[in-house]
C-alpha cells in the first residue's frame, strides 16, 4: 500500500476483504457526499420551517444524525493509524 492510499474495510465488505484507494479520490467522493447531504438536510429543515407540518422534521433528524456519522467515519478513516499500547497475547 503506497502512502497516497486509504484502506478500506467495513461492515460492507466480505469478510478478509480490503479495498485500496486513492487518498485524492476517497477525499473528493466524502465531501461531494457530504455537500449533497448538507444541501438536503438544509432543504428539510426548511421545508419543515416554511410550511409549518411537523412530518418533515421526522426527517430532519436522521438526515442529521446520517450526515454527522458519515463526517464521522470520514474523518476517522484519515487519521494516522495507533499502534496498539498492549501486544496481542
Known sequence: ???GDVELQGHYLLA???IIVSK???IT???L???VMGFLLVFVVYAAAATGNDYY???AFPAFVGLTYSLYLFV???LPAKEP???PA
Open 16 to 18: 478478509g476483504v480490503t
Open 1 to 3: 500500500m503506497r502512502s
Open 24 to 26: 485524492g479520490r476517497w
Open 76 to 78: 476517522w478513516t484519515l
Open 85 to 87: 499500547t498492549h501486544p
Open 29 to 31: 467522493t466524502n465531501v
Open 57 to 59: 422534521w421526522f426527517f
Open 33 to 35: 457526499m457530504a455537500l
